[in-house]
């Protein structure tokens, strides 16, 4: 069932079902057994439960919107009022949808409430093509896919009618491993790409596999032939290098339920805009969308920019920068209302995969994702430039050495923004004291004598660094020496005097930084021989990334903001 089926009945709003109790002055969420089991808010039950109020834990505003006055400040001291706050972070819960981020406040509404949403909740299988979900010490990848699918009411008007649901708009949201940034790149739906073989699960539970295709839209890796989400995870992949975590889709219902739970989105014009294929007819200035209004808004193309798809692209993530604001703000995280009807609104309108498919794993990657600030939140766009196969381009291609630079940034978790600007400036100043170290004769590869201990990366690097050494880099003179004595913040080369030609030979290979090299004292290998030792910190990135990877920039045609800055649509 599309997510408009699965909206309220009986105009039963769940916002209206907190009531205040007048013996404790808290508002509790109380949900009659007489009510409509389904698919209004509450459990969904074979039979129904006798007569009886359902007790709940007790839910408490830090903002009551009609409480008695005087009423709860009597009973409730001002330190019960911080508390409340608190528990305000404690609840924000983070997801995507066709074009959307929404924080998703669930709290203490009580067992009936969650259980509830969970049976919103639809997913899909991910078919291997996942990492098998997020892990909260780790960098998270999550796919976010919209649909032009048509289903649901009213949107039967809009183009293609008999779309199977397509990857329209498709975002690839990276957020760091220290939750200090973000980064949400967007991928062309015209983008010429090669789809990979799809193992795929079928209805029956059976398993085919959906035969890949070369030279084609990005958009079908959704959709066509059968494909399910999980191809175009696999598309991603082989493109990027990124290997998702989880995915999430959305059709469009998503952006008019969504808009419309948030009490609307502030957007700008820079001029009139009357676009019949969009719908969207606004003029210039600020205004407050939400329902079809916001839905036209994301979908609008010809009117802006070069017309393009590459132009409509800019225009949600405009669009998603003033959303993220809107939801970080106090009007919203203090106001219950808002939040039951954004649960509704998120639930319904999402699919996710397996590893994604409750409340509870949707709240422990929201409090992840809740970490973030909206100024190192950065909205890009994959480069991309015109077909030159085609006389009169309608697709693009990759802008191969800028793209490459962008997805290195990403898989190496790279910041698009200065979060650490302190920290760098140090290790500029560092580098430039050392560099000198790498200055003169290299030795080869093959001459190079190292020993590789684990002193702070994860388990089993040391091992598969020697693997690369020895099997891609030609260092065949390497041995794993186990686990360093102590933890080490950075990785480091020790060195003698006289083995400095192999010292800065490693770092070539390695990307060390002239202040990871450390004049020292060699010792002796396993054969007898002097040899240098490497010592791999908390930075190392994985086997064959370069350790200098920080230091990257984005390529200067890089289109992209921040979730923090104002723009207007031209």
């Known amino acids: 069932m599309d997510a408009q089926g699965r909206g309220q009945a009986e105009d039963i709003d769940p916002a209206d079902q907190w009531v205040l109790n007048p013996d404790t002055g808290d508002y509790e969420l109380r ?53 409340k706050k608190s528990r305000g972070k404690k609840i924000l819960l983070w997801t995507g949808g066709t074009m959307a981020f929404v924080i998703l406040a669930v709290g203490t509404a009580g067992y009936l409430y969650l259980q509830h949403l969970n049976d919103n909740i639809e997913s899909l299988p991910d078919d291997g093509a996942s990492t098998g979900g997020f892990q909260k010490d780790q960098a998270i990848n999550i796919l976010l896919i919209g649909t032009d699918k048509r289903t649901g009411s009213g949107n039967d008007g809009y183009g293609d009618k008999g779309s199977a649901g397509h990857a329209d708009t498709t975002l690839l949201l990276h957020v760091s491993k220290d939750r200090s940034n973000a980064t949400a790149l967007s991928i062309p739906r015209d983008l010429i790409v090669d ?23 990005f958009n079908q890796s959704l959709g066509q032939s059968g494909r399910t989400p999980s191809c175009t995870m696999r598309t991603v992949t082989e493109l990027t290098g990124v290997k998702p975590d989880n995915f999430m889709v959305a059709d469009f219902n998503a952006v008019k ?32 969308v939400q329902g079809e209004q916001a839905l036209a808004f994301v979908r609008t193309r010809h009117s802006v920019g070069f017309g393009g798809d590459l132009s409509r692209i800019e225009l949600q993530q405009q669009f998603l920068s003033s959303l993220m604001r809107q939801l970080k703000s106090n009007d919203t995280l203090t106001s219950p209302t808002k939040m039951v009807k954004l649960a509704e609104a998120a639930t319904e309108a999402l699919t996710v995969d397996s ?46 050495e800028s793209a490459q630079q962008v997805f290195d940034m990403v898989k190496n978790d790279i910041s698009f923004t200065e979060v650490k600007k302190k920290e760098k400036e140090k290790k500029k100043k560092e580098d430039a004291a050392v560099a000198a170290r790498l200055e003169g004769e290299k030795s080869e590869p093959s001459e190079v004598r190292v ?8 388990a089993g690097s040391a091992g598969r660094e020697l693997t690369y050494l020895q099997n891609e880099a030609g260092v065949t003179k390497s041995e794993n020496a186990g686990n360093a004595p102590a933890e080490l913040a950075r990785t480091t080369l020790e060195y003698a005097p006289d083995q400095a030609d192999q010292a800065r030979a490693l770092a070539e290979i390695l990307g060390l930084s002239g202040a990871a090299m450390k004049p020292g004292e060699s010792v002796t290998n396993s054969q007898g021989l002097p040899t240098m030792t490497l010592t791999l910190g908390k930075d190392f990135k994985g086997a ?25 649509a031209k």
């Not at 009490?263 to 007819?281: F, M, R, Y």
């Not at 020993?451 to 994860?458: D, E, I, P, Q, W």
């Open 355 to 400: 590893k994604l498919d409750s409340i509870g794993k949707l709240k422990d990657l929201g409090m992840e994702l809740g970490k973030l600030d909206t100024k190192n939140l950065t909205f890009a766009t994959v480069p991309v430039k015109d077909n030159p196969a085609e006389e009169t381009p309608v697709t693009v291609v990759l802008k191969e």
């Open 31 to 83: 949900l009659p057994s007489s009510a409509p089991q389904s698919p209004v808010p509450g459990p969904r039950r074979a039979t129904p439960a006798p007569e009886r109020e359902v007790p709940v834990p007790r839910r408490r505003r830090a903002k009551p919107e009609e409480p008695p006055p005087g009423r709860r400040d009597r009973r409730r001291p001002a330190k019960k009022k911080a508390k």
């Open 257 to 288: 339920t969504l808009s419309s739970a948030v009490g609307g989105v502030e957007v700008c014009l820079a001029k009139d805009i009357n676009d019949p294929d969009s719908h969207l007819n606004l003029p210039a200035g600020e205004h407050l």
């Open 195 to 217: 789809i990979p073989d799809c193992p795929t699960t079928q209805e029956d539970g059976s398993t085919k596999v959906i035969a890949g295709s070369s030279g084609v839209r």
């Open 544 to 568: 064959g990334v370069k350790l200098d990877a920080t230091s990257a920039k984005a390529p200067e045609d890089l289109q992209k903001s921040t979730a923090d800055k104002v723009e207007c």
């Open 451 to 458: 020993r590789v201990l684990n002193g702070g990366a994860s």
